[in-house]
């Protein structure tokens, strides 16, 4: 079975520090995924990555970045927190082509932002 | 409007009971996935179909592509069915995963 693990499941940080998400997979996939998840809003992605050192803008980008220097670890970082960015925060994989694969979800981080 | 649309919203059923969820979308896709998340986050993948019907145990995945609608049953639900149903369809044009808001499923004992 696919393996996606995040480092934290909960996460309590303050306005304007640097956050670091980090997710594992242990698949050997092509495809990471970050996404958060809002009440009423679904899941909306934020940065994907096809392959190392490789990343791609989504949905809602502002005020995120991401660093992929391995293929199984994909991180997010959030360069100077704010109360906006409190939510779930969930990775997925997938192999390599994006339609006809299924991704693979961690458990999720709740990030609170005081 | 959303291009994945899931209804209801939130349902509340007795065990036993035979459950059905809704999704319509609005733009072209090349698959459907259905998901289950389960208090606590974590999200599974339960189907990812783009014509006809599958079947894993209890749960049934349909779609129609000519009608944009996908419905996801249950049979014989039981209180451990209870979670978030999410429609997901991968946007053709977009090369990525749009998602519905999600059904919140609960089966009382």
């Known amino acids: 079975d696919v393996k996606v693990t995040q480092s934290s499941r909960y996460l309590v940080k303050r306005t304007g520090e640097k956050v670091f998400l980090e997710c594992v997979q242990d698949m050997d996939h092509e495809n990471m995924f970050w996404y958060r998840q809002d009440p009423g809003l679904g899941l909306r992605l934020i940065y994907f990555?096809?392959?190392?050192?490789?990343?791609e803008k989504g949905d809602i980008p502002e005020g995120y970045s991401v660093s992929r220097e391995k293929k199984e670890r994909f991180s997010l970082i959030l360069e100077s927190a704010s109360t906006n960015q409190t939510s779930m925060y969930l990775c997925?994989?997938?192999?390599?082509?994006?339609?006809?694969?299924?991704?693979?979800f961690g458990d999720g981080t709740r990030l609170s932002i005081l | 409007k959303n291009e994945v649309e899931q209804s209801p919203q939130n349902l509340t059923a007795q065990e036993g009971e035979f459950i059905t969820i809704n999704c319509s979308y609005s733009v072209g896709i090349s698959a459907l996935h259905w998901l289950q998340q389960h208090p606590g986050g974590g999200i599974v993948s339960l189907f990812m179909?783009?014509?006809g019907k599958k079947k894993h145990g209890r749960l049934i995945a349909t779609i129609n592509i000519q009608e944009k609608h996908s419905s996801l049953h249950i049979t014989a639900s039981h209180p451990r069915d209870s979670a978030v149903y999410i429609c997901a369809v991968f946007h053709q044009g977009a090369q990525k995963l749009v998602f519905g808001q999600g059904t919140r499923l609960t089966i009382n004992p």
């Open positions: 990555s096809y392959d190392v050192k490789m990343k």
């Open positions: 179909l783009s014509s």
């Open positions: 997925a994989s997938s192999l390599g082509g994006f339609s006809n694969q299924p991704q693979h």
